[in-house]
């Protein structure tokens, strides 16, 4: 049997609405983003005695590049003032800004007086899933 000319195949009519939504829903499903969950963990044991301890910042760049890692830090203290005077990367992140993410925020935290240093380690970690491409 001989088609017409300009013939081809079609999609019912009874289909076009549902097929238009379920395509709709795909291509916004695919373009927009999603994240993973970032967390930047330091146990309590290690803000014990401490009168400031603010957690790090997990940074943005670190945070599109998949960047995660633990460090360990030793910060020494004034024993008098319980402000720390220095902060000693004893274990790398191997990242260099969640390394300074954690040094940066670390002299903001205070002690009560008479603590001379206190080593801690500190955790960077995402969850989830994202859909960036690197």
Not at 7 to 22: A, E, G, N, V
Not at 82 to 89: D, L, R, T, Y
């Amino acid at each position: 049997m001989a088609r017409p000319i300009g013939w081809c195949y079609s999609i019912p009519q009874y289909m076009k609405t549902p097929l238009r939504i379920l395509l709709t829903l795909l291509f916004f499903a695919v373009i927009t983003p999603c994240y993973a969950t970032d967390i930047v963990r330091i146990d309590p044991k290690y803000k014990k005695d401490t009168i400031t301890a603010p957690d790090p910042e997990y940074p943005m760049k670190a945070q599109h590049l998949g960047y995660q890692g633990q460090g360990i830090y030793r910060l020494m203290i004034n024993d008098k003032t319980g402000i720390v005077n220095e902060v000693k990367v004893m274990k790398s992140t191997h990242s260099r800004e969640l390394d300074a993410s954690a040094v940066m925020t670390l002299f903001n935290w205070k002690f009560r007086p008479g603590i001379n240093h206190r080593d801690l380690l500190v955790v960077f970690q995402m969850t989830g899933w994202s859909r960036d491409l690197h």
